[in-house]
């Protein structure tokens, strides 16, 4: 059973730091693309950072570039989400996903491929607010 489990959500003030995990069991994060989304409320959900499977491609979200990170680790078989200078407008529910998809420099997928990320993480709350 493919399954992923997120972990590291919580309140941080603005410009402070959290990172997230993401722990895979039931199949190897190498073979898949992978990726960080989030929805906050009233929104719809949006793609923030995506590693293609051959780890070529890593694209971010405008709002996020040099302030996210993401990474893999495969003897952990892990992915993390590292993120600083957080803003308010940064809080949301985050989600990590993995699946067949094709990632490109540019893109993680576009919306209706969404759902081409087949096993997702059950979510973590991230509240930035002083």
């Known amino acids: 059973q493919m399954q992923l489990v997120t972990s590291g959500g919580g309140l941080v003030q603005p410009g402070g730091s959290l990172r997230l995990s993401c722990a895979a069991s039931?199949?190897?994060?190498?073979?898949?693309?992978i990726g960080w989304f989030r929805q906050a409320p009233g929104k719809e959900r949006e793609a923030v950072a995506c590693?293609?499977?051959?780890?070529?491609?890593?694209p971010y979200a405008d709002s996020v570039k040099g302030r996210f990170t993401i990474s893999r680790d495969r003897v952990k078989n892990t992915m993390y989400l590292k993120m600083d200078s957080l803003k308010p407008e940064d809080t949301a529910v985050y989600y990590c996903?993995?699946?067949?998809?094709?990632?490109?420099?540019?893109?993680?997928?576009?919306?209706?491929?969404?759902?081409?990320?087949?096993?997702w993480g059950q979510g973590t709350q991230v509240t930035v607010s002083s």
């Open positions: 996903a993995a699946g067949l998809v094709v990632v490109t420099s540019g893109s993680c997928a576009a919306p209706a491929e969404y759902a081409d990320f087949g096993t």
């Open positions: 039931g199949f190897t994060l190498d073979n898949y693309a």
């Open positions: 590693i293609s499977s051959s780890g070529g491609y890593t």
